[in-house]
């Protein structure tokens, strides 16, 4: 079942190109505060964030020297480093029910909303460029949880190595 059907918006950039960027909207809940605002889809990005003033209209504290100094960081696709702070909240995408979330907060960003990869732990996501479309699909039966395989991956000296086919057998062996 569709839960969300976003679009692709264009951007044009300095010296006239354009790009089309898909775009969703999502709903954060945070105690009395909620916003929907704006968000790329980077199927690159491994979090979800939001700028700085997004966190603030969300009843965010500002964060202390000492939090900023500790956060860790995020690599935007500039190549700059970005301090964040997960933040517990509560999101709504569509249709489907809210569910409790960790965003990351980009309090040193002034720059766009990403919705990026953790998000697929929730949702199927279908991209139709052509038809400038994007369908979210809620999982049926639950999904991985992505950070825990990047966690066993990296634990794991050398990865294992494929089976060799019969074809590889057959074609390899000296004659």
């Not at 692709?8 to 709903?27: A, E, F, L, Q, V």
């Not at 491994?46 to 960081?73: H, M, R, S, V």
């Not at 992505?146 to 590889?168: A, D």
Request: one cysteine or more; aromatic letters at 12%; a positive charge.
């Amino acid at each position: 079942m569709v839960v969300a059907r976003f679009s692709y918006k264009d951007y044009t950039y300095s010296g006239g190109r354009i790009c089309s960027k898909p775009i969703g909207y999502i709903t954060i809940t945070n105690g009395g505060h909620s916003l929907s605002p704006t968000f790329i889809i980077d199927t690159g990005a491994d979090k979800t964030t939001i700028n700085y003033d997004i966190g603030k209209n969300l009843g965010f504290a500002e964060p202390t020297p000492e939090e900023k100094q500790n956060a860790p960081t995020l690599t935007c696709a500039s190549g700059k480093p970005m301090g964040f702070l997960q933040k517990n909240v509560r999101l709504k995408v569509g249709t489907a029910p809210d569910f409790p979330f960790k965003i990351a907060w980009c309090f040193d960003s002034p720059g766009e909303n990403i919705m990026g990869l953790d998000l697929h732990d929730q949702f199927k996501f279908l991209f139709d460029k052509e038809n400038k479309t994007i369908l979210l699909t809620k999982h049926t039966k639950p999904a991985f949880n992505s950070e825990e395989v990047l966690k066993k991956y990296r634990q794991l000296k050398t990865p294992p190595r494929p089976k060799r086919s019969v074809f590889h057998k057959l074609f390899s062996s000296k004659r």
